[in-house]
């Protein structure tokens, strides 16, 4: 099978599912290796991410990004309507 680009908005799952994995709370760091994605690309969707609702910046010492209940549904959602394209052969 050929291997295309993501699109944007499984980009935007991947970062969520990393947070998710990590405990729903996570680095930058973390998103940029888990994601495969340049920082400025990163920085670019968390951006809209946020804007969204779909998650929250967290700054202490350290910057973590974490889920909110928007974004947990949205993973929710994503995961069945993947499940639904790939049963009749298409891929997100």
């Given at each position: 099978m050929e291997s295309r680009p993501r699109t944007p908005i499984k980009i935007s799952f991947d970062i969520?599912?990393?947070?998710?994995?990590?405990?729903?709370?996570?680095?930058?760091t973390r998103i940029l290796y888990r994601a495969n994605l340049s920082y400025e690309r990163m920085?670019?969707?968390?951006k809209t991410l946020i804007e969204k609702g779909l998650i929250k910046e967290e700054r202490n010492r350290h910057t973590y990004y974490t889920l909110t209940q928007r974004g947990l549904e949205f993973i929710s959602e994503f995961?069945?309507?993947?499940?639904?394209?790939?049963?009749?052969?298409?891929?997100?």
């Open positions: 969520l599912y990393t947070i998710y994995k990590n405990g729903g709370k996570a680095r930058p920085q670019r969707y968390l995961m069945k309507m993947e499940r639904l394209v790939e049963a009749f052969g298409f891929e997100i």
